[in-house]
T-cell receptor, first 109, second 111 residues
Framework: RKEVEQDPGPFNVPEGATVAFNCTYSNSASQSFFWYRQDCRKEPKLLMSVYSSGNEDGRFTAQLNRASQYISLLIRDSKLSDSATYLCVVNRNDYKLSFGAGTTVTVRA | SQTIHQWPATLVQPVGSPLSLECTVEGTSNPNLYWYRQAAGRGLQLLFYSVGIGQISSEVPQNLSASRPQDRQFILSSKKLLLSDSGFYLC??????????FGSGTRLTVV
């Protein structure tokens, strides 16, 4: 079983729509969770950390469900600039993070 | 502020040739350093990580090696490249487990 699994998508949504997707992780001892954004042929960049109580950053909302071991990301009022691949990231131990293969989101005009 | 530099951005190398990719971090000391590889359409695979000078841990057996000759320098090497070594190589750093910051990456094509 992969450490972090994501629906690869793609999710094709019109501008202004809401899009949400999950990832699941296998290590119940994981303590740190993140969403990264990766544009085509670019390095991943931290989008937001995910906290136990859930957190928002503008149009982005992240949720963590420890019991079911999944993390979600919701994007409201999608913009064309939100088109990217979103990577779910979970810590393995103090030194290492595991990355999902990514969920591709395409926002169309 | 902290910055991470990685070069070159693009590299085309013949099979059997050597490889040396360099990564340096500025504005911090004693960072944890990482080398990842991303094959086309795939996730990031951790290759090596280092928690200090001369301390290298390898994640997967492979045709590559890593070294950390200075606190803020991390080098990825190979003596003889294989076609399967092609990919997008990313260096990253962190001080604590609070997310990584990645360099801009090296796109390696082995021909």
């Amino acid at each position: 079983r992969k450490e972090v699994e994501q629906d690869p998508g793609p999710f094709n949504v019109p501008e202004g729509a809401t899009v949400a997707f999950n990832c699941t992780y296998s290590n119940s001892a994981s303590q740190s969770f993140f969403w990264y954004r990766q544009d085509c042929r670019k390095e991943p960049k931290l989008l937001m950390s995910v906290y136990s109580s859930g957190n928002e950053d503008g149009r982005f909302t992240a949720q963590l469900n420890r019991a079911s071991q999944y993390i979600s990301l919701l994007i409201r009022d999608s913009k064309l600039s939100d088109s990217a691949t979103y990577l779910c990231v979970v810590n393995r131990n103090d030194y290492k993070l595991s990355f999902g293969a990514g969920t591709t989101v395409t926002v169309r005009a | 502020s902290q910055t991470i530099h990685q070069w070159p951005a693009t590299l085309v190398q013949p099979v059997g040739s050597p490889l040396s990719l360099e990564c340096t971090v500025e504005g911090t000391s004693n960072p944890n350093l990482y080398w990842y590889r991303q094959a086309a359409g795939r996730g990031l695979q951790l290759l090596f990580y280092s928690v200090g000078i001369g301390q290298i841990s390898s994640e997967v057996p492979q045709n590559l090696s890593a070294s950390r000759p200075q606190d803020r320098q991390f080098i990825l090497s190979s003596k003889k490249l294989l076609l399967s070594d092609s990919g997008f190589y990313l260096c990253a750093w962190t001080r604590v487990t609070n997310g990584y910051t990645f360099g801009s990456g090296t796109r390696l094509t082995v021909v």
